[in-house]
């Protein structure tokens, strides 16, 4: 992976290889912590950090349902977060804050555990490949089913939670796929290991609904957003795994992938095996949005304001 220079570790600014831990932190073992994923993108104002408010809002949401005190402000992040883009120079990144349960506490109660955060930020390509957003990925529904919100919390964006995800991953790698797509509790589409999902059929756009055990996505409101005002017709409801493979069009969202064609799922071909054009429109102003180029969206960009270098 690529590196930056500072990573943001309990209120200090320390070297990137510095940003350690103890071996027995609590979160190591029993995956207690929290964390999210966040862009900034290049734009003619300066790194705007997308819908960060959001991002932040669903962070401490997360924490609280696992009862895990933050110890800073929303507001103190914020800052954090954009003294570590400018300290770092860069104009786009991908952001990680993690929170988690650090050293001092075994055992599977964890309140007397301290709450450690560190944000760290790095430049990072498309997640599924530049060439799988122009063209689309293959996909494989996972034999792994998505947690349920009788067993975990799939609102939370928990670290532990992930080793479902992980499992899918790998499954769908070794199988040589792109991506896994996973059912929820009751056979029904959920998403993908790290996106949501969309089946395009007849010019509607169906996506499985909050009770489906879905991560409530960030992009997802913003495309549900954009999708509506460009005048198409979003369904949230169950969405059958066949329909998947009859949809004319199919794509993921996410914050590391961003918006995903997918061609081909279980070696069906989805539509005509290409981007199609209402997952096309999404994606041009979805890019657009996110580079601060459309006037309707620009309050989705939080902007870091950059010191300009003294020449
Ligand atoms: C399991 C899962 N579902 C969905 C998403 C999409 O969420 P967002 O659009 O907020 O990045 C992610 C990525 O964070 C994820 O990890």
Known sequence: MEQADLIWHNGELVAWEDAKVHVLTHGLHYGTGVFEGIRAYDTAQGPGIFRHHDHLDRLYKSAELYYMP???????????THELIAANELRECYIR????????????????APVEVSI???????????????????????????????????HAKASGQYLNSVLAKIESHKAGYEEAILLDAHGFVCEGSGENIYAVRDGRIITPPQTAGILDGINRKSLLRIAHDLGYEVIERDLARAELYLADEVFLSGTAAELVPVREIDDHQIGTGRPGPITQALQAVFDDALHGRDERYLDWLDVVKVPSKAT
């Open 70 to 80: 933050i110890p800073y402000t929303l507001d103190e992040l914020r800052s954090a």
């Open 120 to 154: 760290a930020v790095w430049p990072w390509g498309a997640y599924l490949g530049e060439e799988g957003k122009l063209h689309g990925v293959r996909a494989k529904v996972s034999s792994w089913r998505r947690i349920s919100s009788d067993s975990l919390i799939p």
């Open 97 to 112: 804050p993690i929170v988690f349960r650090g050293y001092g506490q075994m055992g599977l109660f964890p309140l007397d």
